[in-house]
């Protein structure tokens, strides 16, 4: 009994190195922002306790509602276009065609370049001189004269989830259809038999059994949108006037380009509270996955 | 049997149609990316947008070398990426290897915290971290680097490993014990060469997100010559004013940081989903 917990404590050493990292590079760091959110950091580096002053100026502020629906926007509606893209890619991997392999192997690429690649190439793009899809509009008379997606506060927004959607969808088509693969096919053989057809089997089977792996994965990427600050940083800076800001990259604003250090911790602060719900959500839903063998 | 035949047919049309539909989706930016790098300088500017280049200037290729001074970058992003590496190895095995196949104090709540930390945005501590590194000297130093892409990979490479180390049968395990092998040496002797394909696999994950790492590369480096290739990417489009963007360059610029990652990339593509990254990507 006494050694078994003598091993218990040395094994800890194992695990210690890590622990070690997150205290000092996360858990001590979140101490500290929740400690700044209650102060003003003047530039010369005065610090003055303003308790709340700081989350009801973000609430109180014209920034906030806008950014709070541009983040609703770019984490539900990119969440949605991701998953539905991707279950339709799915689908089709899963018949069989010439070229298959092929194409499930190279359709990682969007997902593979670097962020800051893929922000470049789909500037360019947008580009309303030079871009390749204001040249499609225009050929395709869509448009009727060039306008810039990215410098337009109505467009800029959807201009850069496009991007973002581009990029996770093929990551969230071969998640699903590794658990559409995981449904045993005597499952449909035996809705055969009963006489179901191709629809009645997708609704009342296929969906039935991928979803809790699909509601992870939702999650997951939901997580990841909410936390991408580069790509709307590399496209648009969150702008123009914040029309695409989210969440994060008010933080990022105000900590280095208005030296607003209080302010900005508020912000993280509702973002670290946002995120806790949604990872808690996750790990029930990861314990609630099931197999089918 | 007419009427089936039919339906087979239109399904088979519509297929090929979402098939088409997805390509196009999915390439149309990876194929602009590839003809404009291969653009003479005078055609990337005339309009209409020209699809093709009308004979590929390979040179792009040398030039971007030559002008922008992408190789430093590269440098500067391998040493990154090793760094970090290296110590998300140091820490990252023996933490994966305990959690898999030991007993210690904590153990589901520390399972949990890894889980968690996952899900952390760097963003939202970045004011304390820039503070806190520039306490130690470490801005514009490499260092600063490696430290921030270890902690925020770290959680997602050690659940990786753990579920590497999951493979290892107990059995082994014991009857090393038995042969009289400590628990240190079962693990480098035993554990290290059978969960070798996850290791490997673990090491490219690792350098594609440290590769691709933009936030704390651009936030922590001032100078030229310590800039990763993506901060060095980002800022040719930044400092250069809108008009005058030499975009072939860039171009070229953006196929070379791609390609390593994408050849990476797809030769783990069945981990990505598989097995390995249980637990850890999903």
Same mark, same amino acid.
């Given at each position: 009994?006494?050694? #078994? ?30 400690? =700044? ?15 709340? #002053? ?8 014209? #920034?906030? &509602?806008? +950014? ?10 990119? /969440? ?25 192997? /190279? ?13 470049? +190439? ?16 225009? #050929? ?27 990029? +996770? ?73 914040? &029309? ?9 604003? =105000? ?12 912000? &993280? ?13 996750? /790990? ?10 | ?52 280049? *009308? ?21 500067? *992003? ?85 579920? *590497? ?101 797809? *030769? ?15």
């Amino acid at each position: 009994m006494k050694r #078994d917990n003598i091993i218990k404590t040395t094994n800890l050493l194992y695990v210690l190195p890590m622990l070690i990292f997150f205290g000092v590079f996360i858990l001590s760091p979140i101490i500290q922002v929740f400690e =700044n959110s209650f102060l003003q950091i003047k530039a010369n580096g005065d610090v003055e306790f303003i308790q709340f #002053d700081n989350y009801i100026k973000f609430f109180n502020s014209k #920034d906030a &509602s806008m +950014v709070l629906k541009n983040t609703f926007i770019w984490v539900f509606v990119g /969440v949605a276009a991701k998953i539905l893209i991707g279950l339709l890619m799915a689908l089709v991997l899963y018949n069989n065609f010439v070229g298959k392999r092929v194409l499930t192997g /190279v359709m990682l690429i969007p997902y593979a370049m670097p962020a800051a690649v893929s922000c470049v +190439v789909w500037r360019l793009m947008y580009h309303p001189t030079f871009g390749h899809i204001t040249q499609l509009l225009l #050929d395709l008379n869509i448009l009727e004269r060039p306008m810039s997606f990215l410098g337009n506060p109505a467009t800029s927004l959807l201009a850069v989830l496009i991007v973002n959607v581009w990029a +996770v969808a093929p990551f969230c088509a071969l998640n699903i259809l590794a658990s559409l693969y995981s449904i045993p096919t005597y499952i449909y053989e035996a809705a055969s038999i009963d006489g179901a057809g191709h629809l009645r089997k997708f609704f009342h089977i296929t969906i039935h059994l991928i979803f809790t792996d699909v509601r992870t994965l939702a999650l997951l990427i939901g997580i990841w949108a909410f936390n991408s600050f580069d790509v709307i940083y590399m496209m648009t800076t969150g702008g123009p006037a914040n &029309s695409s800001s989210i969440l994060v990259n008010l933080v990022y604003q =105000n900590a280095f380009e208005f030296n607003n250090r209080g302010y900005a911790s508020a912000i &993280s602060i509702i973002c670290f509270i946002i995120l806790s719900i949604f990872s808690v959500l996750y /790990v029930r839903s990861k314990n609630k996955e099931v197999s089918f063998e | 049997m007419n009427r089936n035949k039919i339906r087979k047919r239109a399904y088979k049309f519509l297929l090929a149609l979402v098939v088409i539909a997805m390509i196009v989706f999915l390439f149309f930016p990876v194929v602009a990316m590839i003809t404009v790098s291969l653009k003479p300088a005078n055609e990337v500017f005339s309009r209409p947008v020209r699809w093709l280049p *009308s004979e590929p200037a390979w040179e792009n290729y040398i030039e971007v070398f030559e002008k922008m001074d992408i190789l430093v970058g590269f440098k500067n *992003s391998i040493i990154v990426a090793i760094g970090t590496i290296i110590t998300i190895l140091l820490i990252g095995i023996p933490a994966a290897y305990a959690m898999s196949k030991l007993d210690y104090w904590f153990k589901d709540i520390i399972y949990y915290l890894v889980l968690v930390s996952q899900m952390f945005a760097p963003i939202i501590v970045i004011i304390p971290l820039y503070q806190q590194m520039n306490n130690w000297g470490l801005i514009d130093n490499h260092v600063s680097l490696v430290l921030m892409n270890v902690t925020f990979n770290l959680a997602f490479i050690v659940l990786m490993l753990k579920s *590497s180390f999951d493979n290892v049968p107990v059995e082994v395990l014991e009857s090393a014990k038995i042969d009289g092998c400590s628990r240190f040496q079962a693990l480098i002797r035993i554990s290290l060469p059978i969960a070798s394909m996850g290791i490997a696999v673990a090491i490219i994950f690792a350098f594609t997100r440290t590769w691709n790492e933009f936030l704390f590369a651009f936030t922590f480096t001032a100078s030229t010559s310590k800039k990763t290739i993506i901060v060095k990417l980002y800022e040719i489009l930044k400092n250069n004013p809108a008009i005058g963007i030499p975009w072939h360059l860039v171009m070229a610029g953006a196929t070379i940081a791609t390609t390593p990652l994408v050849i990476l990339f797809i *030769s783990i593509r069945k981990y990505i989903t598989g097995d390995v990254t249980k637990g850890a990507i999903k």
